[in-house]
């Protein structure tokens, strides 16, 4: 589906966006994956070329516009120009949480935020999709075909409790996933968003679930929302993928924010 397309994906070391990256290079892409953990890439890297695939692995700090241009020029020189770029590093930090949903006093509330956490959040997940996309969307400009997907989270429409920081910055990422789709219409270059819904990763699995694979009181409200009674798998953010990235099957789509997230968001909770 995508013979010799590149790709490139930040947190590509992650558990989805490894994801990712094995499908595409299944799908015949040549795959960057790039992450601030060296190692993390080189793994994921190692795995796919293990497979027969083509991959490469690229240490790379999305919130510096030097280490994006010097991963560009690697990617550049040993697989091509950028035709599909995937922003997927992001995530949170417990210096923009609260410990409680609502105001209660005796516990880490809104007024003991940390600003310079917050402003971290804000910068990993808004910065962190600005910058790669300054860098590698030059090489897509008038290239029929050109696709950047971002990601977004149920989050972006609803905030959740608790993560202030984190349901404004993927706020953030919506919006501009909008203004960028307007802006490179004309340039050839597709710019939409996926939304998941609820899936159990590295980072959240102890908000999730108990030691024993029990759901803790979070993991509760959440099974408890979503329609589809349980949490989605990597695995199933693969076709929206492909989906949006496919010229043929989506050509005429730019701008949309796609949930993949078992009516999550179709449901008022009555």
Same mark, same amino acid.
């Given at each position: +589906?995508?013979?010799?397309?590149?790709?490139?994906? %930040?947190?590509?070391?992650?558990?989805?966006? !490894?994801?990712?990256?094995? +499908?595409?290079?299944?799908?015949?892409?040549? @795959?960057?994956?790039? =992450?601030?953990?060296?190692?993390?890439?080189?793994? @994921?890297? =190692?795995?796919?070329?293990?497979? $027969?695939?083509?991959?490469?692995?690229?240490?790379?700090?999305?919130?510096? #516009?030097?280490?994006?241009?010097?991963?560009?020029?690697?990617?550049?020189?040993?697989?091509?120009?950028?035709?599909?770029?995937?922003?997927?590093?992001?995530?949170?930090?417990?210096?923009?949480?609260?410990? /409680?949903?609502?105001?209660?006093?005796?516990?880490?509330?809104?007024?003991?935020? =940390?600003?310079?956490?917050?402003?971290?959040?804000?910068? *990993?997940?808004?910065? $962190?999709?600005?910058?790669?996309?300054?860098?590698?969307?030059?090489?897509?400009? =008038?290239?029929?075909?050109?696709?950047?997907?971002?990601?977004?989270?149920?989050?972006?429409?609803?905030? +959740? %409790?608790?993560?202030?920081?984190?349901?404004?910055?993927?706020? $953030? @990422? !919506?919006?501009?996933?909008?203004?960028?789709?307007?802006? #490179?219409?004309?340039? !050839?270059?597709?710019?939409?968003?996926?939304?998941?819904?609820?899936?159990?990763?590295?980072?959240?699995? /102890? *908000?999730?679930?108990?030691?024993?694979?029990? *759901?803790? $009181?979070?993991?509760?409200?959440?099974? !408890?929302? %979503?329609? +589809?009674?349980?949490?989605? /798998?990597?695995?199933?953010?693969?076709?929206?993928?492909?989906? *949006?990235?496919?010229?043929?099957?989506?050509? #005429?789509?730019?701008?949309?924010?796609?949930?993949?997230?078992?009516? #999550?968001?179709?449901?008022?909770?009555?």
């Amino acid at each position: +589906m995508f013979q010799n397309k590149v790709a490139v994906i %930040t947190g590509g070391g992650g558990v989805l966006c !490894s994801e990712f990256a094995s +499908m595409l290079a299944h799908e015949g892409a040549k @795959v960057a994956v790039l =992450d601030i953990n060296k190692a993390a890439a080189d793994k @994921v890297s =190692d795995r796919i070329n293990e497979a $027969g695939g083509k991959a490469i692995g690229v240490g790379c700090n999305v919130l510096s #516009f030097e280490s994006v241009s010097k991963a560009a020029e690697i990617v550049e020189e040993q697989l091509g120009k950028c035709d599909f770029l995937i922003n997927g590093a992001g995530g949170n930090n417990p210096k923009g949480t609260t410990d /409680e949903e609502t105001y209660r006093e005796g516990v880490k509330s809104f007024f003991d935020l =940390d600003p310079e956490g917050f402003r971290f959040v804000l910068d *990993l997940n808004i910065n $962190g999709t600005v910058i790669p996309t300054q860098v590698f969307a030059r090489h897509m400009i =008038d290239r029929v075909g050109s696709s950047i997907i971002n990601i977004s989270s149920m989050s972006a429409p609803s905030p +959740m %409790t608790r993560v202030p920081a984190y349901s404004a910055a993927k706020a $953030g @990422v !919506s919006n501009f996933t909008q203004w960028l789709a307007v802006y #490179f219409a004309s340039s !050839s270059i597709r710019v939409n968003a996926i939304a998941p819904g609820f899936l159990v990763t590295n980072q959240n699995k /102890e *908000l999730l679930l108990t030691k024993d694979g029990s *759901l803790t $009181g979070r993991g509760q409200k959440i099974i !408890s929302h %979503t329609p +589809m009674r349980r949490f989605g /798998e990597p695995s199933e953010l693969l076709g929206a993928l492909k989906f *949006l990235l496919d010229y043929e099957q989506s050509g #005429f789509i730019t701008g949309i924010v796609l949930p993949v997230d078992g009516g #999550f968001l179709a449901y008022s909770g009555v």
